[in-house]
């Protein structure tokens, strides 16, 4: 049995090196969202300590809070699973285009195909990103009587 050609390793290396750079993309988003869910984490353990201590409207305030933390670490947790599904489809995209080529298998619909479902995972995950935030800018909302509008100059 002959091994495989340096240049068909070469060719298959260059056809692979955009699915690769679109991996280094993915992780990249994936890190910023690992970040934004450890910095909602952080948000509900500090509120959770407030809140046993808090009567009246703040404690409404930190109960509706936490409400919203809790679904924004459900809406963002989705999001990091699609995403690192869409990495694991790509990775199994330049898996497929080695051993076809190595192989000489014809398998080209079902890299495609891959790369596809690759790419509706992460705009999936990045539709959840996307709502995650605006469940953000919803809990950062600046209460009127903190703004003093009423206030005379």
Not at 32 to 44: E, F, P, Q, Y
Not at 69 to 97: E, K
Not at 132 to 150: K, N, T, Y
Request: proline content about 3%; hydrophobic content about 55%; some cysteine.
């Amino acid at each position: 049995m002959e091994g495989p050609y340096l240049s068909t390793v070469s060719e298959t290396i260059q056809a692979a090196i955009a699915p690769v750079f679109l991996l280094a993309g993915i992780g990249a988003f994936l890190n910023v969202m690992v970040g934004r869910l450890a910095r909602i984490v952080d948000r509900a353990r500090n509120i959770e300590q407030l809140h046993p201590r808090s009567t009246g409207p703040e404690h409404d305030r930190h109960v509706w809070e936490l409400r919203i933390i809790d679904r924004r670490i459900a809406v963002i947790n989705n999001a990091i699973f699609l995403c690192t599904a869409s990495g694991l489809a790509i990775c199994f995209v330049v898996a497929m285009m080695f051993v076809s080529r190595l192989a000489n298998w014809h398998i080209g619909i079902w890299v495609a195909i891959s790369f596809i479902i690759s790419m509706l995972l992460l705009m999936a995950g990045l539709i959840y990103f996307l709502v995650e935030v605006r469940m953000s800018l919803e809990a950062i909302h600046v209460r009127e009587e903190l703004l003093e509008l009423d206030r005379k100059k």
